[in-house]
């Protein structure tokens, strides 16, 4: 048998059993139940403090209407009921909720109907009273005064007694649905028990049942959100994970083939790096993702030497296809300009890139190149043939067709004011006694050009300096370089008569005008200029090409520099 009661088969009843005491069923109880709940007036015991035990089987409760047959129904199964002077501990104030149940299995399945257990688990706090008043703690367990269900005086419970009575009317609370913690635990409350009791029972569960099953519905309610909310997030959770696994370790998105038909010019800045370069190629989309573009550009042996420029590709490539095209010089739409090339091959190489009549370019860099955002020390002689020269600086520019000319030479001077001006040339020269930025950057033309080998721009940058002194009897100020009267003639001829050097007065022409060119005769590379600035000190004022090519050998004196041109002259024939 259950906790909640004694039935047939239960131990003796014993007056020190925790069941039966005073806490558990609310007073001490007679030994077959035979007292009659209104057999003589309720006995009071002041000193005695005063509990309101709630229990849902109301052990305190006086059977109504006078049924034997219920009340025996009760000693069959052993329900013991307390004496009427304590029954007012567990007495409630609300007649409706004490229906007593013909059927005993009706009573054992009504206890979940008041949600509690009966042992006394949910006990109510009790409130103040007076103590003359023996029923002055109790308190409406379900809200004060509940109305007659019966319409009729003589309705179960019968009416209290005047002594009994309330003094003032009770608050009324209709709607007041009492939660776990307070008798009716939310799993069984309105809870379909399935009997068939007497009318009576049916109506008096009425309420509660209504009220269970609006519970129900809210509960059920919230079950669906959190299932919902618990659903949405399991799925959220497992796309994330399966983006952060396709993003970490699955095969990064490819196209497949080498391409379509359709063409595109992507541009590569310089000292771009396999992610620029990769994000570039899908934003012109050739490539379908920059991690693909990145894994091709590992695996191939020299993925790591595609350098800046423009490159005609194709859309929607494979990441190996794009990596090979693009170390194709086929696919490379780019102008290089190199250390020490002069103006006029690079505008003959930007009109073929974009396929232009020959001289567009040159046309453009002589009518535009105020626009073209040379510094304010550039083009300072009236004598300069080209105002771009010195300042196409040497490095790979994208030019393919539909790009316009001065874009393209935009770019190029951009690059030369961005390095110049890394070295500040106003200031480097007038620690080298020179007139101006410009002269730097022609004295580096002039070492670009006359040097053979990186070893020697120094000792060529001092050569250039001394022979510029004043005090420079040797040459007498000239510089004497075949590299200035070959600019002027536009050749690149080592072999050169005196007589027509001579005879030649073009500002350009240093063996018959002293100190240096008007402007520079080339672009300088970076290591050509660095030597400029920062020349040997060892006297060098001669040097000859002894082997024509490679080869320059340098001296401080004249009879020195004559051994060295016969040098020259046994090796070239002469």
């Known amino acids: 048998m259950t906790e909640y009661g004694r039935g047939p088969g239960s131990e003796p009843w014993h007056p020190e059993d925790p069941l039966y005491g005073d806490g558990g069923w609310g007073g001490q109880q007679t030994h077959a139940g035979r007292q009659s709940p209104y057999g003589g007036r309720p006995q009071h015991y002041p000193e005695q403090p005063q509990q309101a035990q709630y229990d849902d089987w109301g052990t305190g409760e006086q059977p109504g209407y006078g049924q034997a047959q219920q009340h025996q129904q009760h000693q069959q199964h052993g329900q013991q009921y307390a004496d009427p002077a304590q029954q007012h501990q567990q007495q409630y104030a ?222 929607q490539m494979s990441a190996r296809s794009a990596v090979a095209m693009m170390l194709d010089p086929k696919s490379q739409n780019n102008v290089m300009v190199t250390p020490g090339q002069r103006n006029v091959s690079v505008y003959k190489a930007i009109d073929e890139k974009l396929g232009l009549s020959s001289g567009t370019t040159r046309k453009v860099a002589e009518e535009k190149y105020e626009s073209l955002g040379l510094p304010s020390w550039a083009n300072d002689n009236d004598d300069i043939k080209d105002p771009l020269e010195g300042f196409l600086y040497p490095g790979t520019y994208p030019a393919a067709e539909g790009m316009k000319p001065e874009s393209v030479l935009k770019e190029m001077v951009a690059q030369a004011v961005v390095k110049y001006g890394e070295y500040d040339l106003e200031e480097k020269a007038e620690e080298l006694d020179l007139e101006s930025p410009l002269q730097v950057v022609t004295v580096a033309s002039l070492v670009q050009a006359e040097g053979k080998t990186h070893d020697d721009f120094r000792k060529m940058a001092e050569v250039v300096y001394n022979r510029l002194k004043p005090t420079n009897t040797e040459t007498n100020q000239l510089l004497q370089f075949d590299s200035t009267f070959n600019y002027l003639k536009n050749e690149s001829n080592i072999h050169i008569s005196e007589s027509e050097i001579n005879s030649n007065q073009d500002p350009y022409n240093t063996y018959t005008q002293k100190g240096l060119p008007p402007g520079p005769i080339g672009n300088p590379g970076e290591d050509a200029l660095k030597a400029t600035l920062d020349p040997t000190d060892d006297g060098w004022i001669y040097f000859v090409a002894t082997d024509g090519v490679n080869k320059t050998e340098f001296a401080k004196t004249y009879a020195e520099f004559e051994r060295l041109k016969d040098k020259f002259n046994e090796s070239s024939g002469n």
């Open 94 to 315: 609300d007649p409706a909720q004490h229906q007593q149940y013909a059927d005993p299995a009706q009573q054992h399945q009504q206890q979940y109907d008041g949600g509690g257990w009966a042992t006394g688990t949910h006990q109510q706090v009790p409130y103040g009273a007076d103590p003359a008043d023996p029923y002055g703690q109790q308190t409406a367990a379900y809200g004060g005064e509940q109305p007659d269900f019966y319409g009729s005086p003589d309705a179960y419970p019968p009416p209290e007694p005047p002594s009994r009575r309330h003094t003032g009317p009770e608050p009324r609370q209709e709607d007041w649905d009492p939660g776990p913690d307070q008798g009716e635990h939310a799993f069984f409350a309105g809870g379909d028990d399935g009997d068939d009791g007497d009318e009576e029972g049916a109506r008096g569960r009425g309420d509660r049942r209504s009220r269970g099953k609006g519970r129900k519905g809210r509960n059920g309610f919230a079950c669906l959100v959190v299932a919902l909310v618990l659903g949405g997030g399991v799925a959220g959770v497992g796309y994330f994970g399966y983006q952060f696994y396709q993003e970490r370790f699955g095969a990064a998105p490819d196209y497949a083939g080498d391409g379509t038909g359709e063409t595109v010019t992507v541009q590569i800045p310089k000292g771009a790096g396999g992610f620029e370069i990769g994000q570039r190629l899908k934003e012109a989309g050739v490539v379908k993702s920059v991690d693909a573009f990145v894994a091709a550009q590992s695996q191939h042996p020299e993925g790591k030497s595609i350098q800046a420029g423009a490159y005609l590709l194709k859309k």
